[in-house]
């Protein structure tokens, strides 16, 4: 069953403008991953983040965890055209030893 | 070498073929997986090979069959496929077996079934 659920399913942004998308889970996590895809093309790890972190960036990413709420947030600051593509959270459950994605989110910046 | 291939990148087969996916990495990694994604959907996995040894097979129907004939190298032979199984077919790697967390996925095969 599905673990990972994405709002909002698509976001289409102006160049420079951030953008924020977010992923719900149900169960107790190991951790959480976010991944980015291209049209058509294999998943690019982005980050992870662990149950007992609450926030980490990378570059201009910046993610969020709320195990209480079972809910993670991805931002993208001063997006760009290259990041246009479709971004997937994960969580991964030590209980099935197998890494769940969620509906993800597709994103257009729009040059 | 840090990246996962995949062979062929497109596919188009009929109900009756035999054809067989490939998937290649070199990062000396020791957990290989099969996932398949429709269009517009998330990944689904299918199978896990960690150490050479199938540990998870997700009740994949058996016209799909997988092979690991060694750490760097998985197979996905494919047999009287039906049009409902269209979809691109995703390779992935992680270092330590199951217990790792990151996956590396390669570029994925369009599968046509017709």
């Known amino acids: 069953s599905q673990q990972g659920e994405e709002d909002p399913q698509a976001l289409s942004i102006q160049e420079g403008e951030n953008a924020t998308m977010n992923c719900s889970y149900k169960t107790s996590i190991n951790n959480l991953q976010w991944y980015r895809q291209n049209s058509g093309r294999g998943l690019v790890h982005l980050i992870l983040i662990r149950s007992n972190e609450r926030e980490k960036h990378s570059g201009r990413l910046r993610v969020t965890l709320d195990t209480s709420k079972k809910s993670s947030s991805l931002l993208i600051t001063a997006s760009r055209a290259a990041d246009t593509a479709s971004y997937f959270c994960a969580v991964w459950m030590d209980s099935s030893y197998k890494l769940i994605f969620g509906s993800g989110t597709r994103l257009l910046v729009r040059p | 070498d840090t990246e996962v291939t995949q062979t062929p990148k497109h596919l188009v087969m009929g109900m009756t073929n035999k054809k067989s996916l490939k998937c290649e990495q070199h990062m000396g990694h020791r957990a290989m997986y099969w996932y398949k994604q429709k269009a517009k959907k998330p990944p689904e996995l299918m199978f896990v090979?960690?150490?050479?040894?199938?540990?998870i097979n997700e009740s994949v129907p058996s016209r799909f069959s997988p092979e690991c004939p060694n750490s760097s190298l998985l197979n996905l032979h494919l047999h009287a496929l039906q049009p409902e199984d269209s979809a691109l077919y995703l390779c992935?790697?992680?270092?330590?077996?199951?217990?790792?967390?990151?996956?590396?996925f390669g570029p994925g095969t369009r599968l046509t079934v017709t």
């Open positions: 992935a790697s992680s270092p330590e077996g199951q217990l790792s967390y990151e996956q590396y």
């Open positions: 090979y960690s150490y050479e040894k199938l540990s």
